[in-house]
């Protein structure tokens, strides 16, 4: 069961911790993956910025039960095959990182706004770009008609903040470098590194709504 006055007053907790951390402004998108709607409206009445969601399935098993209320940003691996279906819904596509996937979306979703993902703690396991192929792929984006707002990365897994804080400046000053203006880093556990390292955009889920039971 969420509650959404636990909700509102996590999120208020966040937005302060944030006013102390950083002086510009920034976006918190609840992560709503695997709750229901209960949680989608727990995060409209907190005034959160947006909705993350990860798996095409989900958004579209939530979409056709009732409307999102808030932009729903995709932030998981994007499967070309699911991009049409998908696109009406997104008003932006954090998880890009490869070629396939940005001319799907420059076919199926002409004009979309798009975060590329970098891999910026080199850890074999991860999805994302490597930092030194952004930049080709942001001028494949941008031939392709998309918009790239920015770039988006996961911290390192082991948790270890001065990693995090290594892998989050480096994207701020990649970000800065290609005057992308969108950098989304900081989940639950490292959001108030990323804040300080510049973030325009957290992505929190288990802080908010309590642990996941699946995925
Ligand atoms: C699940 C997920 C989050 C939220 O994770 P929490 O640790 O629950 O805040 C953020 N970003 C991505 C890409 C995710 O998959």
């Not at 944030?18 to 918190?28: D, E, H, N, T």
């Not at 975060?115 to 080709?136: C, F, I």
Request: one cysteine or more.
């Amino acid at each position: 069961m969420i509650d959404p006055q636990e909700v509102a007053l996590r999120v208020q907790q966040i937005r302060s911790e944030i006013a102390r951390a950083s002086s510009s402004p920034v976006a918190i998108i609840a992560v709503t993956k695997t709750f229901g709607h209960d949680a989608i409206r727990a995060a409209v009445i907190a005034q959160c910025d947006a909705v993350g969601e990860n798996y095409a399935q989900e958004v579209l098993a939530k979409v056709a039960e009732a409307p999102i209320d808030l932009p729903v940003h995709f932030i998981g691996a994007i499967q070309s095959n699911k991009v049409r279906q998908l696109a009406p819904y997104i008003s932006l596509w954090q998880g890009v990182d490869r070629l396939s996937v940005i001319s799907e979306l420059g076919k199926r979703a002409p004009g979309a706004e798009i975060l590329l993902q970098v891999n910026a703690t080199n850890e074999d396991t991860k999805s994302g770009v490597a930092p030194a192929e952004v930049e080709s792929l942001l001028a494949a984006g941008q031939d392709a008609g998309l918009v790239v707002r920015g770039l988006m990365t996961i911290g390192p897994t082991s948790g270890d903040i001065a990693e995090a804080e290594k892998a989050f400046l480096s994207l701020r000053s990649l970000a800065d470098s290609l005057h992308l203006a969108e950098c989304s880093m900081g989940m639950s556990d490292d959001y108030l590194v990323a804040v300080a390292c510049g973030s325009t955009m957290i992505r929190i889920g288990s802080r908010l709504f309590g642990a996941r039971t699946t995925h």
